[in-house]
Nanobody
Framework: HVQLVESGGGLVQAGGSLRLSCAAS????????TGWFRQAPGKNRDFVAA????????NYADSVKERFTISRDNAKNTMYLQMNNLKPEDTAIYYC??????????????WGQGTQVTVSS
């Protein structure tokens, strides 16, 4: 079993920055792909970004490309999401997730509890 805990959310003005963290514990594995998702009120949970264990491959939603950067520190079992130039439409609960397999396919098996990000205009 794997536990994921997000932190770093908060309230920020448009144009500002936040860095989210996701700490993993339990049976972490080098097979894991980890990613970020977000869910705005009344909307579905959407993919934001993903990264392989080695960090060699990343994938981003078009809406966050050039503004968000995903990274991970395997020595600390922690993944990050650096969010720059935030917009009000980025307001959502952000979740981290992990799965086995490839970055391009397969369902995420493990989820964190989420952290709220609110961007004011």
């Amino acid at each position: 079993h794997v536990q994921l805990v997000e932190s770093g959310g908060g309230l920020v003005q448009a144009g500002g920055s936040l860095r989210l963290s996701c700490a993993a514990s339990g049976r972490t594995s080098s097979m894991f792909v980890t990613g970020w998702f977000r869910q705005a009120p009344g909307k579905n949970r959407d993919f934001v970004a993903a990264i392989t264990y080695s960090g060699d491959n990343t994938n981003y939603a078009d809406s966050v490309k050039e503004r968000f950067t995903i990274s991970r520190d395997n020595a600390k079992n922690t993944m990050y999401l650096q969010m720059n130039n935030l917009k009000p439409e980025d307001t959502a609960i952000y979740y981290c997730a992990a799965k086995f397999g490839t970055i391009w396919s397969g369902a995420y098996n493990y989820w964190g509890q989420g952290t709220q990000v609110t961007v004011s205009s």
